[in-house]
């Protein structure tokens, strides 16, 4: 079982920046790839972006070049450095882990951007 405790959402005005924090604890043998997704009103649950042990990333072609993620392998953390937010990024950010089989998520933190 991996628990997964995601901060530093909120409201910001377009052009702005967030950081969201993903803190996991638990099986650490599941933290193969940490990352993050997201889900705006009415629709689905979309990558934003991942990293794996190893340090390979995966973004979503929407975020390149603007998000940015990164992990503490050492404090079981990921980190997700949002900049140059859209309207269009207003959604609901998980965080979600993957090993061993199993993909594990977290409650989520609302990030709004809005002028």
């Known amino acids: 079982q991996v628990q997964l405790v995601e901060s530093g959402g909120g409201l910001v005005q377009p052009g702005g920046s967030l950081r969201l924090s993903c803190v996991a604890s638990?099986?650490?043998?599941?933290?193969?790839?940490m990352g993050w997704f997201r889900q705006a009103p009415g629709k689905e649950r979309e990558l934003v972006a991942e990293?794996?042990?190893?340090?390979?990333?995966n973004y979503a072609d929407s975020v390149k070049a603007r998000f940015t993620i990164s992990r503490d392998i050492a404090k079981d953390t990921a980190y997700l450095q949002m900049n140059s937010l859209k309207p269009e990024d207003t959604a609901v950010y998980y965080c979600?882990?993957?090993?061993?089989?199993?993909?594990?998520w977290g409650n989520g933190t609302l990030v709004t951007v809005s002028s």
């Open positions: 979600t882990v993957y090993g061993s089989g199993a993909r594990y």
């Open positions: 638990g099986n650490r043998f599941s933290l193969v790839y």
């Open positions: 990293a794996s042990y190893g340090g390979n990333v």
